[in-house]
């Protein structure tokens, strides 16, 4: 049998924008995962340089990037 460690139930959406915070990242990031090897893969809203929205069709456009893990 495979014993998982105790994780909580939820978090909330004030724990995850913490987290954002924490590492640094915009607002307009929608989603990031955490790899142990290779870092941070982030999803986040494209804005113009005025900051309005960047739309594709008929929803958001979206850019990832990979943020390494530094020394």
């Known amino acids: 049998m495979i014993q998982m460690p105790d994780l909580p139930d939820s978090i909330t959406r004030a724990q995850a924008l ?3 915070e924490a590492l640094g990242l915009p607002s307009s990031v929608r989603t990031f995962e955490l790899d142990c090897k290779d870092g941070l893969t982030v999803g ?4 113009d340089t005025e900051g309005r929205r960047i ?3 008929d929803g958001p456009a ?3 990037v990979q943020i390494p893990f530094g020394e």
């Open 55 to 57: 739309s594709v069709g």
């Open 62 to 64: 979206l850019i990832t």
């Open 18 to 20: 913490a987290a954002c």
């Open 44 to 47: 986040f809203l494209a804005e």
